[in-house]
């Protein structure tokens, strides 16, 4: 039993409770973990380039000399070491940090060399850290040249047992050349690789010309260089200002090509995907919507990769357009994919700050020259140390009988020797320490001759410390020496992500390739009810509706078309043919598949076909024309074409053909005009087209007047008024017009 907790007493007790507002103790408490997570584990360093937990995992390699021409050690060793000195947290997170950075479709220059299963691009994890092996590669001895030189400054591990680097010495642009991914507590970091040859070219560019600008620096460094390949389709335009602002994105692309079968057949080959791409995944949705037939255009998909990535798509036949079909698939699956850009990273070490490529390159270039200065000073101090022993021996060697006799006879030598010579206490303590085999007189020799090329070294040292122009070329020698290193000859340094341009294709086609085609006859009720039945019909007596329902208007489509719904409001809807539902049952009321008002009815429904133009009449007369290609809405809540205002509505939607109109009323009296008197418009009311007392339209058409306006009795026959005869019925718009000609139907409607 734990003790019991008590109030404390009125007599004082209480006085080691402290009162404290729970707002600002929860705002304290949530800022020392954002600035944790931000500074400690989710943005890199834009020194380095490395995490934390990056950093630990390379500095305990070194410890453990697992060199690139050294033996492998076991990854449970390495994760052991790094968990237990100086990264207190999982195991697994370790050894995931580990198998990124040894994983060459992850990482564009890798710095852990793998031995065993370290995962591949599939998605499959690494085998267990019992079973791998790793050591350092070449670039990651670039990064940590000179760490034993004072060259970055340590700091206490967790538990203040250890020392660990604050960061690493980076000769090797690390942060772009393999890129840095990481959410932190309201930031994030999103970082391509590049191409490290190109990072040197754009460095060494940027130490000629200090204030150059973002653009020229584009010469040298094109863009991301992804470990994976692909193609990237962004403009130049939009990678300037990505890489100047340090915020954007790039769109990334499967490399493809055309192989043919024989026999006029053939197949596409993908051998690149996009970086971050599963492969298994990838090809398990693209045949999900095989299956789904939302790929029309494709038959089939295989793997056949081994080391390297092939994915055959077979098409459905050989008439098929591989542009179209590729696009098609670019645009459902992730064989384009977009890789954002956010260069939000540690500046300094210190300030979380989001940098343009220029200021990256600078940031690294400054503490390329802190480090320089740092090692040049260590190696400042070392000689002076060994130049003061050297000095000590010379001194020994001119004056050898005496060194010996007072070694000999003297009861203390050291202060003997010192006082006699003028010597320091470490040289004194150099020349008793001294072999007797190094008393020949080679060793003077060789020892005078060390003394003077330390000297001269000493003095090389000290004018590059006095002049910041050498400091640079020291620099843009190192800089140049890593180029040739990884430069574009070499199998990891040359560029493996191409850039092209996006080949143009027209929308509607693309569209039309995700949907397989098929003939349907759609149809409309006069509730309002939709639906697709397959196939074009003919007879639409057997159609069945709910009851007090009835067929409204039915006509043939393919489900690759736009259907465009008009209402009474005056707004026009845009509905895919393959989106009406099937000719099981009843459909589905129109009101489900877009916003439609309650108040609205539907006037009319068709094909849409983008060249034509429409005439948009209200039940007062008030019309203008269309383009059939501004009335298409890209959204459920549709387009607001024709502006009504109730008691009046929209009444009539017809294709504009010929070049008169006829427009009959409620009354019965007709009027002819011409179409040139009536406005095109994108959206309005109209003009008024006829007039009259009280009613409103009951039908019109448009024709060619040289032909005649003809019309169609109840008993199906066709009647025609040439020229001549509808003379009297021709006459301005907005006029009232003259009783229908004898023989008009009754029903007032030209059939």
């Not at 929860?26 to 400690?40: D, G, K, N, P």
């Not at 690493?168 to 690789?193: D, R």
């Not at 990237?232 to 079968?261: C, H, M, N, P």
């Not at 143009?504 to 309002?528: C, F, N, Q, Y």
Request: charged share 30%.
């Amino acid at each position: 039993m734990g003790k019991r907790l008590l109030p404390p007493d009125d007599n004082g007790g209480g006085d080691k409770i402290e009162p404290v507002d729970l707002k600002e103790a929860l705002e304290r408490r949530y800022l020392a973990y954002a600035l944790s997570t931000i500074m400690h584990r989710a943005l890199p360093d834009v020194r380095d380039g490395l995490k934390p937990v990056h950093r630990r995992i390379m500095h305990a390699m070194r410890l453990l000399r697992l060199n690139p021409d050294q033996g492998f050690a076991k990854c449970a060793r390495i994760v052991g070491d790094v968990m237990g000195k100086f990264h207190p947290h999982g195991d697994q997170s370790i050894y995931d940090a580990l198998v990124r950075l040894a994983q060459d479709f992850s990482m564009r220059y890798p710095l852990v060399d793998g031995q065993g299963n370290f995962g591949n691009i599939d998605g499959d994890n690494a085998a267990a850290m019992r079973y791998t092996e790793a050591r350092m590669t070449e670039v990651a001895s670039e990064l940590l040249a000179g760490i034993n030189e004072d060259a970055v400054d340590f700091r206490p591990t967790y538990n203040e047992e250890d020392e660990e680097p604050s960061v690493l010495p980076g000769a090797f642009p690390n942060l772009l050349a393999n890129g840095s991914s990481g959410i932190a507590v309201g930031m994030a970091t999103s970082i391509p690789p590049h191409n490290a040859a190109e990072l040197c070219d754009a460095a060494l560019h940027l130490i000629e010309h200090p204030e150059a600008p973002v653009a020229k620096l584009m010469d040298f460094v094109q863009g991301p260089d992804f470990p994976t390949g692909g193609i990237i389709v962004d403009s130049r335009a939009s990678i300037l200002e990505a890489y100047e602002t340090g915020r954007g994105g790039f769109r990334v692309r499967s490399k493809w090509g055309q192989e043919d079968q024989g026999r006029g057949t053939w197949s596409i080959v993908v051998t690149e995907i996009p970086y971050g791409v599963q492969k298994a995944r990838l090809i398990e949705k693209i045949a999900e919507l095989l299956m789904a037939r939302k790929l029309p255009l494709l038959e089939d998909i295989r793997d056949e990769s081994a080391e390297d990535i092939r994915i055959v798509l077979v098409p459905k036949s050989r008439t098929v357009d591989p542009g179209l079909l590729m696009e098609s698939l670019f645009k459902l699956t992730e064989l384009e994919s977009r890789f954002p850009l956010n260069m939000n990273v540690l500046s300094r070490g210190k300030v979380p700050n989001v940098l343009s490529l220029k200021g990256v390159l600078k940031e690294w270039l400054d503490h390329r020259r802190d480090v320089l200065v740092r090692r040049s000073k260590y190696r400042l101090g070392e000689i002076e140390k060994r130049l003061e022993i050297l000095a000590g021996y010379l001194i020994a060697y001119l004056n050898i009988d005496e060194v010996i006799r007072i070694i000999r006879e003297e009861d203390e030598p050291k202060q003997v020797m010192m006082a006699r010579w003028s010597l320091t206490d470490n040289q004194a303590e150099a020349i008793l320490n001294m072999r007797l085999r190094a008393l020949r007189k080679l060793e003077e020799i060789e020892i005078r001759k060390e003394f003077d090329g330390l000297t001269a070294e000493k003095k090389q040292i000290e004018a590059l410390l006095a002049s910041d122009a050498k400091q640079w070329a020291t620099i843009k020698w190192e800089v140049t020496q890593l180029r040739d290193k990884f430069g574009p000859e070499t199998e990891l340094g040359k560029r493996r992500t191409q850039f092209a341009d996006a080949p143009e294709h027209d929308l509607t086609d693309i569209a039309h390739a995700m949907i397989e085609r098929e003939p349907v006859t759609v149809v409309v009720s006069e509730k309002g009810w939709l639906r697709a039945m397959k196939g074009h019909l003919t007879d639409y007596s057997q159609l069945a509706f709910k009851e007090g329902d009835s067929l409204k208007l039915a006509f043939h489509a393919q489900t690759t078309d736009k259907i465009l719904v008009f209402t009474t409001g005056g707004k026009f809807y845009t509905i895919g043919a393959d989106r009406l539902p099937g000719g099981r049952g009843h459909g589905e009321p129109i009101r489900i598949i877009v916003d439609m008002e309650n108040d609205q009815d539907i006037v009319t429904a068709f094909v849409h076909d983008p060249k034509r133009k429409l005439l948009l009449v209200s039940y007062d007369a008030n019309g203008f024309v269309v383009s059939e290609e501004e009335v298409v809405a890209n959204t459920r809540k549709g387009k607001q074409v024709m502006n009504v205002k109730a008691p009046d509505e929209a009444k009539r939607c017809i294709p504009v053909a010929g070049d008169h109109l006829a427009i009959v009323g409620e009354n019965r009296k007709m009027l002819v005009f011409p179409l040139a008197e009536i406005p095109e418009m994108a959206r309005g009311k109209g003009v008024r087209l006829q007039k009259y007392k009280d009613g409103g339209v009951l039908d019109l058409k448009t024709f060619t007047l040289e032909t005649g306006l003809s019309w169609q009795d109840s008993a199906d026959r066709t009647f025609t008024k040439s020229r001549e005869e509808l003379a009297e019925w021709i006459g301005a718009r907005a006029a009232a017009g003259r009783m229908v000609p004898k023989g008009f139907p009754r029903t007032g409607k030209f059939g």
